[in-house]
C-alpha cells in the first residue's frame, strides 16, 4: 500500500518568509510526528498528534512553528517568519493504532528546507 | 526525561566481520526502544524493536539486537557485515508510561568496507 507522502520534497525560501510542509499519512494511522534533520544531526522531535488528543508540542523550537492535522489525516507544518537555522530537512511518520505492531514508525521521504 | 546516547560518530567494519553499533538510553519508566536505518538518498527504515519479553530481539536484514536492563543499553549487531549495510543507524526510545514522544539518538555511520 501508500506509504507516507511529504510535499514539497525540496523548498527554497528567502528569509522572513512563511512555508508549509505537507504530510500524508499512511491511511488508518491515528499517530502522526513530525522531525527535524538538520545537517549531521540526529532527529529532532517536533510535534506529534494522536487521534482527537490534544497535540504533544514540546518539541516546537520557537512560537515560528506550528501545526495542524485536519480530519485526523493530512497534517501540514508552517514555519512562519523563517530564519537560516531553520534549514533542514523536516520528517513526518505515521503510526497504526493498537498493539502489537503499532510501535514503530514509518516515515516519510522528508522535505528539505533551504532559508536563503 | 527520556534520553538516548550513540558514543560513537562512525564505525568502521570490514565485511565479513561481525559490527556493533551502540546505543545506551535513559527513562522514566520500562523501555520500547527501536532501531531505525537511513540509507543514502532513502527514507528511514525501521529495522527491530524491543517491547517486552526476551532480551534478543531479531530484525530486519540479519540485524538483531541486545536489551541490558542494568546496563541501560541497545546495542544493534550483525554477526558478518555487509557493503550495503553502510548506512546512517539511529537509535530510539519511548517510555511506557503513556506518553508517545519518541526520542532518537545523534546516529552512528556505519561504513563497511570490501
Known amino acids: 500500500g501508500a506509504g507516507v507522502s511529504q510535499s514539497p520534497s525540496n523548498k527554497v525560501t528567502e528569509k522572513g518568509k512563511d512555508v508549509e510542509l505537507r504530510c500524508d499519512p499512511i491511511?488508518?494511522?491515528?499517530?502522526l510526528y513530525w522531525y527535524r534533520q538538520s545537517l549531521g544531526q540526529g532527529l529532532e522531535f517536533l510535534i506529534y498528534f494522536q487521534g482527537n488528543s490534544a497535540p504533544d508540542k514540546s518539541g516546537l523550537p520557537s512560537d515560528r512553528f506550528s501545526a495542524e492535522r485536519t480530519g485526523g489525516s493530512v497534517s501540514t507544518l508552517t514555519i512562519q517568519r523563517t530564519q537560516q537555522e531553520d534549514s533542514a530537512v523536516y520528517l513526518c511518520a505515521s503510526r497504526s493504532p493498537g498493539t502489537g505492531s503499532s510501535y514503530e514508525q514509518y516515515f516519510g521521504p522528508g522535505t528539505r528546507l533551504t532559508v536563503t | 526525561a527520556q534520553s538516548v546516547a550513540q558514543p560513537e560518530d562512525q564505525v568502521n567494519v570490514a565485511e565479513g566481520n561481525p559490527l556493533t553499533v551502540k546505543c545506551t538510553y535513559s527513562v522514566s519508566g520500562n523501555p520500547y526502544l527501536f532501531w531505525y536505518v537511513q540509507y543514502p538518498n532513502r527514507g528511514l527504515q525501521f529495522l527491530l524493536k524491543y517491547i517486552t519479553g526476551d532480551n534478543l530481539v531479531k530484525g530486519s536484514y540479519g540485524f538483531e539486537a541486545e536489551f541490558n536492563k542494568s546496563q541501560t543499553s541497545f546495542h544493534l549487531k550483525k554477526p558478518s557485515a555487509l557493503v550495503s549495510d553502510s548506512a546512517l543507524y539511529f537509535c530510539?526510545?519511548?517510555?511506557?508510561?503513556?506518553?508517545?514522544?519518541?526520542?532518537f539518538g545523534a546516529g552512528t555511520r556505519l561504513f563497511v568496507k570490501a
Open positions: 491511511s488508518g494511522h491515528t499517530a
Open positions: 530510539a526510545v519511548r517510555d511506557n508510561t503513556g506518553g508517545f514522544k519518541t526520542i
